[in-house]
C-alpha cells in the first residue's frame, strides 16, 4: 500500500510541471520538408528535323562535288514566288523562281534551371541578307509601232542646192551623200542584248531628187564621249529611191546589243 501511495505523488508531480511550462512558455510545432526540380537535358539534331519540307540532307557541295566521307550538309530552302511582270504593252517578263539555301551543323539544346521557369536560349537560322544576280532568260518584245528619225533636209543631202539661185530652174549635180548624223531613241528598252528580231528601217524620199545609188545607214553609240560604230548594224539600199517613193531594208539584230538612245548615219 505504501508503494502505491509514492508512484501516484510523483506522476501527478510530473503533469503538473509540465502543463505549468505550456502554459507559461508556449511554442509553435514545427517540421522539416524537402522540395525537388528534376533537371532535364536534351539533346535536338538537325537529323531530328529532317521530316520538315523545308530541310533536306545534301551529300554534294553547291557544285555538285561528292563531300568527304562522313560529311553531311542540313539545307534550309525556301523559296520566293515572283509574279509576272509587264512594262507597257510590249514587255513581258515571265514568272522567276528563286530558291535561298543555308546550311547549319547540328543543333544542341542544353537545358537550362531557375527557381520558377524554365526557359531555352533561342535557336534558329541566321537570316540570309545578301543581293542575288541572275538572268531571267529571253524576253520577248512585241512589234513596235514605226517612229521616226528626224527628217533629212535636201541641203544637208546635196549641198549644191545652196548655189542655185531663187525661182530659177536649174539642175542638181549628181554627187555622193555626205555624212549626216540624226539622234534616235527606242522608248520601249534602255538596252537590249538580241537573242533574235530584225529592225525594219524605210527611207522615205520626200525630196525633189532621187536618192543613191547606194544609200548606206550606219547605227552609232556613244561610249565615254566617243562615237563609235555598233557593230554589224550596216544597212546598204543598191537600187536608186525615186521621188515620192520609199523602200524599207531589214537590219538582222541576232546577237546584237542596242543601247536606247542610238545616232543614225546616213551616207
Not at 27 to 41: A, G, I, N, Q, S
Request: charged residues 20%.
Amino acid at each position: 500500500m505504501k508503494l502505491n501511495r509514492t508512484i501516484l505523488v510523483i506522476t501527478s508531480t510530473v503533469l503538473v510541471a509540465a502543463c505549468t511550462d505550456l502554459l507559461f512558455k508556449p511554442e509553435l510545432p514545427t517540421w522539416d520538408f524537402t522540395v525537388e526540380f528534376p533537371l532535364t537535358r536534351e539533346v535536338v539534331k538537325a537529323d531530328q528535323l529532317l521530316d520538315q519540307p523545308e530541310i533536306s540532307r545534301q551529300i554534294v557541295d553547291e557544285f555538285g562535288n561528292p563531300l568527304p566521307a562522313g560529311t553531311e550538309l542540313y539545307v534550309y530552302k525556301d523559296t520566293i514566288q515572283v509574279d509576272p511582270v509587264h512594262v507597257g504593252d510590249q514587255l513581258t517578263i515571265e514568272d522567276i523562281n528563286k530558291d535561298f539555301s543555308q546550311t547549319v551543323d547540328d543543333v544542341t539544346v542544353e537545358g537550362t534551371q531557375t527557381t520558377e521557369t524554365v526557359s531555352f536560349d533561342e535557336v534558329g537560322v541566321n537570316p540570309i541578307n545578301k543581293n542575288l544576280v541572275s538572268r531571267v532568260g529571253t524576253i520577248e518584245l512585241d512589234d513596235m509601232a514605226p517612229t521616226s528619225t528626224e527628217p533629212f533636209k535636201l541641203r544637208e543631202i546635196a549641198p549644191a542646192v545652196e548655189s542655185v539661185p531663187n525661182a530659177t530652174n536649174d539642175s542638181i549635180p549628181s554627187a555622193p551623200i555626205p555624212a549626216i548624223v540624226k539622234p534616235f531613241s527606242f522608248s520601249d528598252f534602255h538596252s537590249a542584248n538580241f537573242y533574235a528580231g530584225h529592225l525594219d528601217i524605210t527611207i522615205v524620199n520626200d525630196m525633189a531628187i532621187p536618192l543613191g545609188s547606194p544609200v548606206d545607214l550606219q547605227l552609232q553609240e556613244v561610249v565615254a564621249g566617243d562615237t563609235v560604230d555598233i557593230s554589224g548594224a550596216t544597212v546598204t539600199w543598191l537600187a536608186i529611191i525615186p521621188v515620192g517613193d520609199q523602200n524599207t531594208q531589214s537590219l538582222d539584230l541576232s546577237g546584237m546589243t542596242l543601247p536606247g538612245d542610238i545616232l543614225v548615219k546616213i551616207s
